[in-house]
């Protein structure tokens, strides 16, 4: 069986795939700049619906790929099938184990960026804030909107989405891989934001500026050269 993957031109500092990741990022900081002022009536409107049946059912299974575990198993499934990627382990270090080991970085410095600025920024979850009390977005930054009595520490983390940034820095690790299925990966990302905001875990800011930094943080480390082209020799069937 012959892999194929493409290589960059030596000497650009940036590739393609990386302006690309670096263009959607963007766009999604714009798109989170504007949600701000759909916050509030998202948010109620999300509180006081559900999606029905098996549409909901779909899209809580969909929120996976944006959970630490789930985006583990992925990657896990992706060395175990794709034998041209290896463990990177610190007596070998070649072209598999530092393709691998980009996936993950990719994967998962986005979530620890947002975890930092959670720790920084108070923003109170929609499910923990009284929104009919609140004026306009910025009264659900701080704890004054809050409406539990004994709230959890993360009731006041929603800006930016945790699970966003992963599932966003998944779906780059991924497509960087495996081009062809980009579609099917960015679909599954959007699934995750989409199940955060309608289970009123975040406001649709969150998602947008939580999947910017995963593309961020994963364009800076997808830039080295994918693997290029071999033959994987296909297993004796003796």
């Known amino acids: 069986m012959t892999v194929t993957h493409h290589i960059p031109p030596a000497g650009r500092r940036i590739t393609p795939f990386q302006a690309s990741l670096?263009?959607?990022?963007?766009?999604?900081?714009?798109?989170?700049?504007?949600?701000?002022?759909?916050?509030?009536?998202?948010?109620?409107?999300?509180?006081?619906?559900?999606?029905p049946g098996e549409i909901g059912r779909l899209i809580n299974l969909l929120e996976i790929s944006g959970h630490s575990l789930g985006a583990a198993l992925a990657l896990v499934?992706?060395?175990t099938l794709d034998r041209t990627l290896q463990l990177p382990l610190p007596r070998r270090w070649g072209p598999g184990e530092r393709s691998f080991a980009a996936m993950i970085a990719a994967t998962y410095l986005g979530g620890l960026l947002v975890d930092v600025v959670k720790v920084s920024v108070e923003r109170v979850r929609p499910r923990a804030a009284d929104l009919a009390s609140v004026g306009s977005w910025l009264g659900t930054f701080g704890d004054a909107a809050l409406a539990v009595e004994k709230p959890h520490a993360t009731d006041l983390m929603s800006f930016p989405s945790g699970h966003s940034a992963v599932a966003a820095?998944?779906?780059?690790?991924?497509?960087?891989?495996?081009?062809?299925?980009?579609?099917?990966?960015?679909?599954?990302?959007?699934?995750?934001?989409?199940?955060?905001?309608?289970?009123s875990a975040h406001y649709p800011s969150?998602?947008?500026?939580?999947?910017?930094?995963?593309?961020?943080?994963?364009?800076?480390?997808?830039?080295?050269?994918?693997?290029?082209?071999?033959?994987v020799a296909p297993e004796s069937t003796a």
Do not use: M
Request: aromatic share 6%; proline share 4%.
């Open 169 to 199: 820095g998944l779906a780059a690790a991924l497509s960087w891989r495996y081009p062809h299925g980009w579609p099917l990966f960015a679909a599954l990302a959007v699934a995750t934001a989409v199940q955060r905001v309608t289970t």
């Open 77 to 79: 499934a992706v060395v």
């Open 22 to 51: 670096l263009a959607v990022a963007t766009g999604l900081v714009a798109v989170g700049a504007a949600a701000f002022l759909i916050d509030l009536p998202v948010a109620e409107w999300c509180k006081r619906n559900r999606l």
């Open 206 to 231: 969150d998602v947008a500026c939580g999947a910017a930094v995963g593309l961020i943080a994963a364009a800076c480390c997808l830039g080295g050269p994918r693997l290029a082209r071999h033959s």
